[in-house]
């Protein structure tokens, strides 16, 4: 078969300010027509900047330097900018990972779409506007006719995704190409999508490459993998092949630093150390020195990718019998059965949204939290998940009285904390810290660490100046940092040891319960594993009790002794992880269940349900009665009727609210 | 999870300290432009305050006879109006010009920043009410609030340092209230709170910290403006009474001989003038880059 596109010994630089990076030495791919071509590797490993090298759309300072890109009979690396300009958005399509920034906020999404085909095609406006709504109603965008006119902001994230797609099939091109389609949206949203661009390359015959850091993503929706790592492709075959019988070691560890594959009794596979510097690559194979199979061989010489039908790039590949190692035991998990930390009851939190008028008067309320009651004991680990815009990060934040709850109470240790003053929390606040997302924005660029750790016992007043530096020096022992990082800014270390700092910070005034909200959301999976790993040592030694807010229910799992699922403000099930996750009574929870895109083809292929339909209602007019039942596969008219109670699903404490839920409830108990 | 030997713990304090100075100003440096401009404020100073030292002239007796000399080997400027040496009258006059200038727009920087943070970092009413303040003193026209000041009372440099910082510490304060607020959403300004730390400790060690790559730009900009406000004041007779000099007082004299061909009494001070402020405006650009952390190193 012709390929669409052939890649032969890539070679891609980009000039920096002092020497010159590059993060594409000789990649070598060839997608066909009608298949799916996914790209995987952990950030910084020039996936992306093959994508983009394809479509001549480097950054600053970038430029193709060797080998080709055969596109049909052209050439594109050495096509001049004219003939570029008539491939792009025409033959080859691009989705890009944020639908945030890819679409122009001033035009409407009807004239977005129609401006590429108005580039490409002889078509008078009205043409383009009509092939505008045909693409537009073919990637399931309801209620075309009225939305052609609306603005980017007027419509959700995932129906910005859906009009980025459409922009970028307008042409019918041969090839698509999508980068991140779906890291920035919901699982549930994130299923909508892969399903749709799998839809569209059957039927339209596109080639497609997906770019992407989820195995989960690859498993489900493509037909062939190429993993990379340090700028090359270090492992190729079909996706059935790779998963079965992955050769090599960089493929194999990806694997085991999944959450999912694992028991959450054992520790986590985490690959030491980061990707190499790519303006700086080590010489022999760039892999070694996180490998734990390399040998002086490895770190001399660099291995060539060599196979037929699955090649990989390795001196010392695993056969099948050296796979599936089993990860070393952790001792066993804290006692599940202390003493209830932290009691909320009731919880809720509306927001008032103001028109934006002179007076200011209140347009409507949004109920961010609507009545959330739960009781984390101590020494456990609480797991909140749920969609993005269902209002755990605004629990998480009453939880540590950040903010004031509307009504309800949240009781820390026997102490109401969230009606008590700034002035009156302010020696309770040492107990209870919060852990933040974004390890970017989580602390002051203009403070070195030594200020940063020192700064909670400076406020809190604990101990004298030697003694707190001391204090400092242990921290940084104790999440895995060396000494020499006091002196540093936080713009010198990686995303993982910016985390382990926050962490450091979040540990300072050894508290009883740290907040974690979403910890590891921004971290690749290899350094994903790192921080959850440390977060539990850390939990064992000091007897910590975690709240750990998340929207990924596979990382949920593994960490949280219990699960919180919420919906649109409400906690819709609560319970044992194992029992929530294997056996849920609520249909939403089985949804996001199902949502997650799992790291194994035959199974991901044999999943059945299409997850959770539709999108997550506003929470300015929330659905009466149960706010699940507009995307709810199983309601009925007492549904829209009636708020569904909390009722108990085990003798271990499962407990949802649902009125058709998944399984008997068990009676309640007198007095429970 | 084993710990990452420490390597070098042992680096005294001191030393550490100076190496990230010496860093900063090494990036400094490496600013070609900014070396310049520093390297012209630095003569200038050094030319106005070690300069009479050498060169004496009298800058306080009226000399009729000698008045608007052409530049000789007496005079290398040439003399004014009056009689005055000009190159010691440049020198003299320069220092109250800088004086005025640096210590204006410290002032008015480091309060308007102040200022700007609190009223950001606050919001609601208090941001309202502060920003107000500043609204309307930026609707009182900045010449007429100073011939009222003049009028009232007698010009000195002090006073002329204090009446220029309050007309020119509006804009650091909308500066860095536009900046702080968007800071006080971060998460490092809010650990603050969740630490039980307060607004003082937020606003003093985080956002007007975070704030000072805007503010420095605009300060350099301020030190060129108020020397530019000080000549604008001597123009209208309301400067620095004589015998006391300075650029602006000497350039609006020099002005008055325009159609006279004594051009020695305008270049030289106008001269002046032009290269401090550039070089000021140098010295930020410079300055902006070496204080973002983020750019330093790379």
Redesign the interface.
Known sequence: MQPVVELVDLHTEIALRHGVARPVGGVSLSVGKGETLGIVGESGCGKTMTALSIMRLLPPGGHITGGSILFGDTDLATLDEAGMRAIRGNRVGMIFQDPMTSLNPCMTIGDQVAETVLLHREATRTQARKRAEEVLDLVGLPDVKRRLDSYPHQLSGGMRQRVVIAMALACEPELLIADEPTTALDVTIQKQILRLIDDLRAQLGMAVILVTHDLGVIAGHSDRVAVMYAGKVVETSSTQELFDNPRHPYTEALFRALPENVDPDRELYSIPGLPPDLSNPPSGCRFAARCGYATDGCRAEEPSLTGDGHPFACFHPLGPAEQATANPRTEPAPAENGSALLDVRSLVRDFRVSSNGVLRRASGTVSAVADVSFTVRAGETFGLVGESGCGKSTVGRLLVAEDTPTSGSVSFDGTEISTKSNRALRELRRDFQLMFQDPYASLDPRMRVRSILREPLAIQRRGSAPEQERAVAALLDEVGLPRAALEKYPHEFSGGQRQRIGLARALALRPRLIVADEPVSALDVSVQAQILNLMRALQREHDLTYVFISHDLSVIRYIATTIGVMYLGKLVEVGPAEQVYSAPAHPYTKGLIDAIPLADPLREHRKESAGVRGELPSALTPPSGCRFRTRCPLATDICAEQVPPMRRFSEQGQRAACHHPLKAPVPERMAG | ?????????A?PESR?ARG?LWRMLSEFLENRLAAVGLGVVVLFVLFCYLGPLIYHTDQTHIELSEATLAPSLAHPLGTNEVGYDQLGRLMVGGQSSLEVGIAAALLATAFGTLWGAIAGYAGGFVDAAMMRVVDALLAVPALFLLLFLSSIARPNVGLLILVIALISWLGPARLVRGQALTLRT???V????????GPI?AVL??IA??AIGTVVVNATFQVADAILTVAALSFLGLGIPPPAANWGDMLSNGINYTYDGYWWLIYPPGLAIVLVVVAFNLIGDALRDSFD??L???
């Open positions: 999870m084993s710990a990452i030997p420490a390597d070098d713990a680096v550490r990230s971060r998460d490092y809010r650990s603050v709170r969740l630490m039980g730390g400790r060690r985080h910290p975070n952390v983020r330093r190193g790379r």
